[in-house]
């Protein structure tokens, strides 16, 4: 082989090696372990699913999506510090499905400093939504509009003394706004409504409250551990109250953490019945689950599914050499778009997504039920 011959030989398989080995970065910071870790572990395995399938087909425009995955220990802090390793030294595309409203806030500057789009955070707070976040591209209801929601289903059913409980951050504060406005609109008033310390919760005293008010149910506005406490010292105390709490909460995890006190808790969910193959997205996810030895989805599965093929959705039209400037504009040209049943939309003035919420409650068997 002549020299000339060589040194091309050479240069095609530097190239041939580069397109196979092109890669989509995408950056995760969220609480793989602490109070949400059970939430966390199953909206990153929904969201597998559907990125597995796809790089399993070549990927988008010839590159396979990889993402990093960090833990944040539900320590907004700390999910700062992922969100700039990842973006300054990992050079990520996006950030995605990252977990709690705090920490949102606190990664919001980076991204504004960056220009890094944030793909469905997986929180439901009102201050994402309103005024909007130029960089954050929501694919999830509000948790607003999930408390509002439980509020309005609890009255319906003739349910007048009603207690709230609620972590003492943005998160407890926004659901508080959401459960206020259907007890208005039901014409009542909490019988308790208390705040509790996220770090050190003591919900022994708060039970105590809400058993002399002779409570009939309790929205619990707060994540995974803390939840399951609260309820522990509820139904210790003697209180019968209905449990209901918000789709953050949407996981397989939570309903085994929560052990015999389970059945009948009421959890808002924000996507369709896990089991309702009459929705192509969840059909989808079934089978893609099935093929991969899982016997069931969850709805924090769900929740991760849908938030992957939004991403991919962006990826793909922001063209074969895709930027965070391309993929920011590209995710705001997505018009109606299906998901399998339920159509996601984005505009300059409104980053929402969906806006879907119904209700679920544990049944005997330890899954949800609609």
């Keep these: 082989m002549n020299t000339w011959n060589k040194c091309w030989a050479a240069a095609a398989l530097c190239m041939a090696l580069g397109t196979a080995q092109a890669q989509i970065v995408i950056g995760q910071t969220a609480g793989f372990s602490g109070q949400v870790a059970a939430g966390v572990k199953e909206t990153t ?160 005293p708060i039970a105590a409250k809400l058993v002399k008010a002779d409570a009939q149910a309790v929205l619990m506005i707060a994540s995974g551990s803390a939840v399951v406490d609260a309820n522990n010292a509820i139904r210790g105390a003697g209180s019968a109250a209905q449990l209901v709490t918000l789709s953050n909460n949407a996981s397989s995890g939570f309903i085994k953490s929560l052990g015999a006190n389970a059945r009948g808790v009421i959890v808002t969910q924000v996507f369709p019945n896990e089991r309702a193959v009459t929705f192509p997205m969840v059909k989808e996810a079934q089978e893609l689950a099935r093929a991969q030895g899982m016997s069931e989805i969850s709805p924090a599965m769900l929740e991760g599914f849908a938030a992957a093929k939004v991403l991919v959705e962006g990826v793909k039209r922001a063209g074969p050499k895709p930027t965070r400037e391309k993929l920011h504009a590209a995710l705001e040209t997505i018009r109606k778009f299906d998901l399998g049943g339920l159509e996601v939309s984005f505009t300059p003035d409104d980053h929402t997504g969906l806006d879907f919420a119904d209700l679920s409650i544990v049944g005997t068997d330890g899954k949800f039920r609609r």
């Design 45 to 204: 395995d929904g969201a597998k699913l559907y990125l597995d399938m796809v790089n399993s087909k070549g990927g988008v425009n010839g590159q396979k999506i990889e993402l990093v995955s960090l833990d944040d220990k539900f320590d907004p802090k700390l999910a700062a510090e992922n969100a700039k390793k990842l973006i300054e030294e990992n050079n990520v595309l996006a950030l995605f499905l990252n977990r709690g409203t705090p920490h949102t806030e606190a990664i919001i500057p980076l991204l504004d400093k960056h220009g890094v789009p944030l793909i469905a955070p997986s929180t439901g707070a009102m201050v994402l939504h309103q005024p909007v976040r130029k960089y954050v591209f929501n694919v999830r209801a509000t948790y607003q509009r999930e408390a509002e929601k439980a509020m309005t289903h609890l009255a319906s059913m003739g349910i007048t003394r009603i207690g709230v409980v609620y972590a003492d951050d943005s998160f407890g504060a926004d659901g508080v706004t959401g459960a206020q406005k259907g007890l208005t609109a039901a014409k009542l008033t909490p019988v308790v409504l208390e705040k509790f310390d996220r770090a050190k919760p003591d919900f022994a």
